[in-house]
């Protein structure tokens, strides 16, 4: 039986949106709500399709520590590939959906990435 397991992580971060016409020109800052969902089959040794534990060290290591309490534009000096021209939700989703295909060695099923308590964007397999 194959099942999703869904992991939730929470960072800080600033941006700003060059050319936007409205209040999202200027710096300002979210409390980002992140939540990935892999899948797979249970392993009989463990029980488990993903050790939530492995998934959070992977998550927090490669992509919560780079994003946590930066400006998201600055991005650019350490991280090329990272949005940083235009960081908004559905560009930094697409930059987490692709690093964690080629990294991560479950099947990614869901991200989600909620910019204020009532709006996200998300991806699905």
């Not at 780079?66 to 590939?81: A, G, K």
């Not at 949005?83 to 080629?102: K, L």
Request: hydrophobic fraction near 35%; charged fraction near 20%.
């Amino acid at each position: 039986m194959k099942l999703m397991v869904v992991k939730e992580f929470t960072f800080d971060s600033a941006h700003y949106l060059p050319g936007y016409p409205g209040m999202c020109a200027n710096t300002h800052g979210h409390t980002y709500r992140l939540r990935i969902g892999v899948s797979g089959e249970i392993n009989l040794d463990s029980g488990m399709v993903c050790d939530f534990a492995r998934l959070k060290k992977e998550i927090e290591k490669n992509i919560i520590s780079i994003l946590d309490h930066t400006c998201l534009n600055d991005l650019h000096y350490n991280r090329p590939h990272f949005p940083y021209s235009m960081p908004t939700a559905e560009n930094m989703v697409t930059w987490i959906v692709e690093f964690i295909q080629v990294h991560f060695d479950k099947t990614l099923e869901l991200v989600q990435l909620w910019e204020t308590p009532t709006s996200y964007c998300e991806w699905r397999r």
